[in-house]
């Protein structure tokens, strides 16, 4: 068997310092990740618990499987923004009665609920997961809909996540809803629009609008039990498919429903049984450079993710700055593209074309493991092609239909990305490690390129050139392209599905492979016209 062999030294400097660095950045995640668990904070917890209430993500937990693994998805969204990290929301991967589902949970302890604009991009971004993946939607409702001071922003895109619940249902994905508590304005149009209603007694509230806009648009007089309770919407409207008389009996009515769906998997199952690598993923902290412009060897990642440490390289000799090859990862078949120097010349391009050419021709997910400074530039390399061949690379990522899988190990700079399989590229799933960067370029060479044009422009002009200005221009730029470039930020802004522990990545690509199985797997042999 073609089995990794590891270089990696655990006793040296380097990998000691890597370590460090790593933990650190982990131990700032985990700081972040525990705010969000605290919903909106001690005060609105605590008077959410003497309502006799459960919190969000005690409401997911009783709903999944015991012991099953749940994927929880952009848990820091709205990072770095005016809005509250997390966006107030729940989203996550999650099995019920055995089927994997999408489960979404407003947090009413944040802003009660209400959809900011983070949460409205979250939402979709779940939606979007049922779909391409065919897995059932499962919202655990309690939202006093929009965020009336930014309803400017809100309005026009939280209107998609409606069109999306009901193209669920239009394609044959089950759309259940549980309500949990009001169900107001737009946010009664998430059980309006859904396959299945759970409502429970005394607690659900669904109205288009409550008895205090109601008394001013008609003058009627109306309580909010008669004008949207669960036994008026079980008895009279029919808005209710199901009557629970309490939060638990709601989730036991939602399970005894996904169990009731007959939600038979398109795709195959694993090929074989899930053997563990010969070696130790707690390494993993160590591989990736402290310093991004140091490379490594993604093998070595690599001999920590896939079944058995087993890889069949493809064309190892050729296009050396790109690693690709074919691999199992919990049993599924996978070829893998990992970035190794970083930067992809033409060879690399050539090779990764053909290669994901390989995969769809054989119903073959893709992995994308992304390290990379971008495609190389120069006169030499203009002149070999370099724009021709990255086409080749990205035209080939952009029209593959086997589904797409990556994650940010370290840098994603420029068209690498897109080449790589970045977010502008559909893969199914995208997740990043705390020490990865993603920028259209690194700071120092994107303000050296506005230095120079700057200098290029005073000299054509006949002026002097300010070296005191430029210098602070570096340096403020320097400044915005490194914190704009942070894994934090950009999670915050949902470019990614969330920031992972390296040690997690391979149990988090196995949870990732089994639900796009959900799907029918199948390759295209129809791509763009390659310019040769």
Known sequence: MPVLTSNVDVRSDTFQANRASLLEQLAEHDRQLALVNNGGGDKYVERHRKRGKLLARERVELLVDE??????????AAWGTDFPVG????????????????????????????STTSTVRKNLRAMEISRANRMPLVNLVESGGADLPHQAEIFIPGGQSFHDITALSAAGIPTIALVFGNSTAGGAYVPGMSDYVVMIDGRSKVFLGGPPLVKMATGEESGEESLGGADMHSRVSGLADYFAVDEADALRLGRQIVRRLNHRKLGPGPRGPALPPRYDHEELLGIVSADLRQPFDPRDVLARLVDDSDFD???PRFGPSLVTGFAEIHGYPVGVLANHHGVLFSEESNKAAQFIQLANQTDTP?????????????????????????????????????????????ASYGAGNYGMCGRGYGPRFLFTWPNAKTAVMGPQQLAGVLSIVARASAESMGRPFDEEADAAMRAMVEDQIERESLALFMTGRLYDDGIIDPRDTRTVLGICLSAIHNNVVQGT????VFRM
């Open 67 to 76: 012991g099953s693994p749940l994927l929880e998805l952009s848990p820091l």
């Open 366 to 410: 893709l992995v994308f493991l992304q390290n990379t400074t971008g495609y190389m530039v120069g006169k030499e390399y203009e002149q070999r092609g370099i724009i021709k061949d990255g086409s080749k690379m990205i035209n080939a990522v952009s029209n593959s239909t086997v589904p797409h899988l990556t994650v940010n190990m370290a």
């Open 525 to 528: 042999s129809g791509f763009g």
């Open 87 to 114: 966006a107030g929301m729940f989203t996550g991967v999650g099995v019920i009665e055995g089927v994997e589902c999408v489960i979404v949970a407003n947090d009413p302890t944040v802003r009660g609920g209400t």
């Open 313 to 315: 390289e493809f064309k």
